[in-house]
Antibody
Framework: QLQLQESGPGLVKPSETLSLTCTVSGGSVSSGPYYWGWIRQPPGKGLEWIGTIYYGESTYYNPSLKSRVTVSVDTSKNQFSLRLSSVTAADTAVYYC?????????????????WGKGTTVTVSS | NFMLTQPHSVSESPGKTVTISCTRSSGSIASNYVQWYQQRPGSSPTTVIYEDNQRPSGVPDRFSGSIDSSSNSASLTISGLKTEDEADYYCQSYDSSYLMWVFGGGTKLTVL
């Protein structure tokens, strides 16, 4: 059974870079045809999609975050990662990693079917 | 890019049926599949409906999904409500123009 586990600092200073890793167990990050993504949820608010990567090649980012976001895959460690630069208090949230499943290898057929438990990141000095 | 609008909250009694709507602001609701996620307090989301009306294994058939082109909206219907259904529900679709996954704002379901 596939499991995802987020890890990274729980506290990040304003203007610094937030870095999170999602470790995949019970499956391979390089096996297809799956996409891998990050979603966040500010305190008391709804879900916001951040970014998605496919086979370590194609990446898709939320236009509102695109200039600050990088999603990458490390197949040797069976992990994928999120980097969000120049953070502010507005980036304080629970961050989830997720596997996306679908068909035809086309993004618009893909949806989140396995989620990690989430990790809380607070941006504060 | 389009938005998905959901009611902030709905409530209903155990054993009854409730429907949660999700209205797409522009473009056709039928253009891309709609998914529904359930998020219980303190937990991560889980999928209850995918591809408009498909249930993942393990999701009871009390959960059903549909789309209505006339109102440009998707709906999640839960029948025979149980207290365990109390949760936040999010609809989600894909914006092919902006190449992004879009979530609705979420609906808090109270079963009382």
């Amino acid at each position: 059974q596939l499991q995802l586990q987020e890890s990274g600092p729980g506290l990040v200073k304003p203007s610094e870079t937030l870095s999170l890793t999602c470790t995949v167990s019970g499956g391979s990050v390089s096996s297809g045809p799956y996409y891998w993504g990050w979603i966040r949820q500010p305190p008391g608010k709804g879900l916001e999609w951040i970014g998605t990567i496919y086979y370590g090649e194609s990446t898709y980012y939320n236009p509102s975050l695109k200039s600050r976001v990088t999603v990458s895959v490390d197949t040797s460690k069976n992990q994928f990662s999120l980097r969000l630069s120049s953070v502010t208090a507005a980036d304080t949230a629970v961050y989830y990693c997720a596997r996306l499943t679908g068909k035809f290898d086309l993004p618009y057929y893909y949806y989140m079917d396995v989620w990690g438990k989430g990790t809380t990141v607070t941006v504060s000095s | 890019n389009f938005m998905l609008t959901q009611p902030h909250s709905v409530s209903e009694s155990p054993g009854k049926t409730v429907t949660i709507s999700c209205t797409r602001s522009s473009g056709s609701i039928a253009s891309n599949y709609v998914q529904w996620y359930q998020q219980r307090p303190g937990s991560s989301p889980t999928t209850v409906i995918y591809e408009d009306n498909q249930r993942p294994s393990g999701v009871p058939d009390r959960f059903s999904g549909s789309i209505d082109s006339s109102s440009n909206s998707a709906s999640l219907t839960i029948s025979g409500l149980k207290t365990e259904d109390e949760a936040d529900y999010y609809c989600q679709s894909y914006d092919s123009s902006y190449l992004m996954w879009v979530f609705g704002g979420g609906t808090k379901l109270t079963v009382l």
